[in-house]
């Protein structure tokens, strides 16, 4: 039976198709033959869309996964205050999980610990955004910046591990705790500002 066709093109597809095998296998493990296979994108395409081969393919992908989840935290942050909005992403990362049957990490994630250094700079980069956001709505809640931009570290930092660890369990909980835990010392920091 034939894929359908990306309405976006064959170079979009191989970008979409990277993305979830990076998020299934870690970057070590996608090939292009693997790409093409999942986008049904032709062979013929591969360097003319990505002349710089698999690296820049690879660094593409983190790119727009970054993008897409930026996105994704900037809605969740959208919320009232910064507990609520923890909550908006442990519930949407559960749900990712849920959906996917526990199959699938987070590919930035997947980029950092993987071999392409290019994806690793953008997941560098993808981190330093996501931080940015979770300070940014954290002294809008009123703590004091330095103090917001360290809690931001651990909040991309422990919903990272939690994500892992409920993977592994197949089960929302480690989630639900770390949100529990993050948001008290976000209510701390904004009380003692």
Known sequence: MPRPKDPDGPRAAMINSA????RRR???AVSFTD???ASGAPRGS???HFPGGRAQLITEATEAASSRITAGVTR???APRSSAALRVLADMLARGLDENDY?????IAAAALGNEPGAVAAAGSAFDSLRE??????VEDGARPERARSIALLV???LEGALIVARTERGPAALDTVVDELSEICRIAVEEA
């Open 19 to 22: 993305i979830s095998l990076i």
């Open 26 to 28: 870690g970057v070590a």
């Open 35 to 37: 790409v093409l296979q």
């Open 46 to 48: 591969v360097y003319h």
């Open 76 to 78: 969740a942050l959208g």
């Open 103 to 107: 199959a699938l990490g987070c590919p």
């Open 133 to 138: 956001l979770v300070a940014a709505k954290l």
């Open 156 to 158: 991309i930092s422990s």
